[in-house]
């Protein structure tokens, strides 16, 4: 009986190594896989900083050509409101009155 728990022992002794040495190699490849998606995700930050720096430069000179724009046709813009205020206004009122006309 001796023999056969000294080989029992013997086996759990490498069983507990080969334990002991596949967390290790697991503990291991996790860290490298973390360290890897760490840097993409550093990667992607920055690139996610240049896109935003680029389009709030592109947003900025966007308002600030609607506005020199506006401020050198400020009475060409006003005149173009006013013709579709007054084409909107005819329309809706012709329309109005076929309906009144219609309804007789």
Known sequence: MTHQNATIENDLGHLAENAESLVKDTCASVSEQLAQASEGLEVLR????????????????GGQFINQEFQ????????LAAGLGVLF????VSRLSSRQCSCK
């Open 46 to 61: 920055k690139q996610g900083q240049r896109f935003y720096r680029l389009a709030q430069d592109k947003g900025s000179a």
């Open 72 to 79: 050198d046709h400020s009475f060409r813009y006003v005149a």
């Open 89 to 92: 206004g005819c329309l809706v």
